[in-house]
């Protein structure tokens, strides 16, 4: 099973940008369709982003689209999220998600459709 560790959450000003990095070992990342989730304090663990195995195909939710990108880069075992336009909403722990094999991103917007998942990076966006 594959491991994932995500870097980049930290306090950032509303309009401000980061990008999040999500390290996965134990396993080719190639082998996986990836996935980015957030929870916030109080609420359910809800889709923000996928990309294929090959990273020529991805989704985002409609609450993040055209603000965040999700990019891969499978020689480094790495999957990105850049996040610009930043708003106070968007604060939550933002999580990392594998499942092995290629599927049609626009059908793997579930929790429950991914099956390895890191521990989590926090991000707060101050107003």
């Known amino acids: 099973q594959v491991q994932l560790v995500e870097f980049g959450g930290r306090l950032v000003q509303a309009g401000g940008s980061l990008r999040l990095s999500c390290v996965a070992s134990?396993?080719?990342?190639?082998?996986?369709?990836m996935g980015w989730f957030r929870q916030a304090p109080g609420k359910e663990r809800e889709f923000v982003a996928n990309?294929?195995?090959?990273?020529?195909?991805?989704y985002c939710a409609d609450s993040v689209k055209g603000r965040f990108t999700v990019s891969r880069d499978n020689a480094k075992n790495s999957v990105y999220l850049q996040m610009n336009s930043l708003k106070p909403e968007d604060t939550a722990a933002y999580y990392c998600?594998?499942?092995?094999?290629?599927?049609?991103?626009?059908?793997?917007?579930?929790?429950?459709?991914?099956?390895?998942w890191g521990q989590g990076t926090q991000v707060t966006v101050s107003s």
């Open positions: 134990g396993r080719p990342l190639s082998s996986y369709t």
């Open positions: 990309i294929n195995w090959s990273g020529n195909s991805t």
């Open positions: 998600a594998a499942r092995r094999g290629r599927f049609a991103v626009a059908t793997m917007v579930l929790s429950t459709d991914f099956e390895s």
